[in-house]
């Protein structure tokens, strides 16, 4: 038992994080879900979750008793609110009693609840209660009212809600309404303020009234450079011992070709979270499969190594809605992240015979030995899905996709790869991946070639399934690799055209040995394929109706359209021989 407990993480949180937090029956099967994997915290992650819910009710003329509910405050400020924002009016206490509803069923299932956020936000109207707030037409990160509001809201909102364990937060990104990294304001106040020192003042503004509420602040160290690290690592290090870290298991952003987060276990004596994704934003949306079972675990037994206490598996991703890995075969993630959890030892079979058991691919009186060759099938065609998956979408680990999405344009794909999404910051080893020389390039287009053969042998194989499986369940999965299959066809291609445009205008070797040549008419062969994709893509758009939608998102012809003419336009322009 004290072995088991040692190969397990306390803390065990699934995350919604497209407005399915707040769909309520979505929320109802995602806690059942959660019932059956051991999960024990449900986080809903809304950048305006807690704006939405509170009023709150001083800067409308009420600062009410501890005791009152959002219904008194409402009865003392209705006329204000109806006044100066009548959409803001009803929509707080109709979700509270939402939230409220949610945090019963919660209960009942003993599963604790968190709302992640960003801040700073705030509602429009405190713009117009206090108009010193902007200066020259920009919103001044540094005004003291903040660190005032941000008090206000927190105590407001664990008065109404002191079922809710407790708020996660992330201060350093630009993706938060007002922050100290993205401000435009010129004013000499904001001119004379460390980074360092809002981030502190932002952070305690925040643990004042959520510690005295008994509560947890969960302080996620996410930011997307080493000197935005550097920033909030020490504000971090200096918080109250009981702020929760909450850290993502690669650096900047969820690529799984990325080192391990070198951060985990350097947060002095503060709890650790690790965070998880498992639909897949960065990795192929559960349309190129990615069955991520072994890097969990590599990555869990990395955390559990360096003291981590917590596990977040992120279902879907703000930007995608109606999109979660629910509704893919990466749903494989959810079982293998909740299994590893709550047990770092437990073997990859009975992951995956827990998985096919639970979803009913198992038709009734199938024998054990029938369901464990069924069993071993599977896992051959699941295992290897990430591997191909990281020479599809990835070039030697080097991130060339916009969110699993292709690039639009030559500049975009470079700029993504190079810049956005750099690995060479954190991986020094991939510095040279994307020079335009022969040697680079070769192995390069051999990675490419090698991820569709390996995704067709993964089509093979799921085309002859065992007897011990429900033909309705492998057929499903025979059509999820035919789409696997035709992404990572227009990928290829499509990432050809551009390592091909690259060498052939950049490139600084000799233009006259023959080899440039060859990559010219290589390069022309690859853009009539690309051609030859939208075309497809059309048709396909046309002529099927595959759920989820968001096949056809990935699989967007005009995309394809914008991206060979942009290359057109660029090879014109010259630079070649
Ligand atoms: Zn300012």
Known sequence: MENKRNMSFDVRAVELHSPYAWDYNWIMMTMDFMVKAEMNTLILHRNDYVDLIIYPGRYFGYDGEASDTIFDTYSQIFRKLYKYTPTRRSGPYQRRAFLKRVLVEAKRRSIDVYIQNKELFFPDIILEFYPEL???????????????????????????????????????????????????????????????????????AMYQPIHAAGKKLVVRDFVFDPEAHKEIAGVMAQLPEDVIISLKNTPHDYYPTFPNNSRIGQVGQHPQWVEFDAM?????????????????????????????????????????DGHTAFGTPNRINLYAGS????DLTIPDEQIYMHFLETEGWFPE??????????????????????????????????????????????????????EKNSIKDWDISKRDVLLPEKKQLEVNLAEKELAVKQIAALKQAGSNPPEGLCKVKTTWLQERLHLFELYGG??????????????LTETKEDRETGYYDEKQRQWQSEMKALQKWEKTLRTLGEETDYTPHIIY???????????????????????GK
């Not at 009212?145 to 105590?155: A, D, M, P, V």
């Not at 227009?490 to 060498?503: D, E, I, P």
């Not at 998102?553 to 630079?575: I, N």
């Open 490 to 503: 227009v990928y290829k291609t499509a990432v050809n055209c551009l390592l091909l445009s690259q060498y």
């Open 280 to 320: 897949g934003q960065y990795f192929g949306w559960g349309i190129a499969i990615a069955d991520l079972t072994e890097d969990y675990r590599q990555r869990m037994e990395y955390a559990k190594a360096h003291g981590v206490e917590g596990i977040i598996i992120r279902t879907d991703w703000e930007s995608l």
């Open 134 to 204: 902007v200066q020259n037409g920009h919103i001044c990160a540094s005004h003291p009212f903040w660190q005032e509001f941000l008090q206000i809201k927190y105590r407001d909102f664990f008065r109404e809600f002191p079922e809710i364990s407790g708020i996660i937060t992330a201060p350093a990104t630009g993706e938060s309404r007002v922050s100290i990294k993205s401000n435009r304001c010129q004013c000499s106040r904001c001119q004379s303020t460390k980074k360092e020192e809002w981030f502190d003042h932002i952070l305690r």
């Open 339 to 342: 299994m590893l959890a709550a």
């Open 365 to 418: 009186n199938r024998k054990g030995n029938e369901r464990k060759e069924a069993m071993m099938w599977f896992r051959r065609i699941m295992g290897k899905t990430w591997e191909a998956v990281s020479h599809m979408l990835f070039i030697q680990g080097c991130v060339i996709s916009d969110s699993s999405l292709m690039p639009v344009s030559y500049e975009h794909g470079f700029w993504l790869a190079e």
């Open 553 to 575: 998102t990935l699989l967007d012809p005009d995309r394809v359209s914008c991206l060979y003419h942009k290359l057109l336009e660029k090879a014109e322009q010259g630079g």
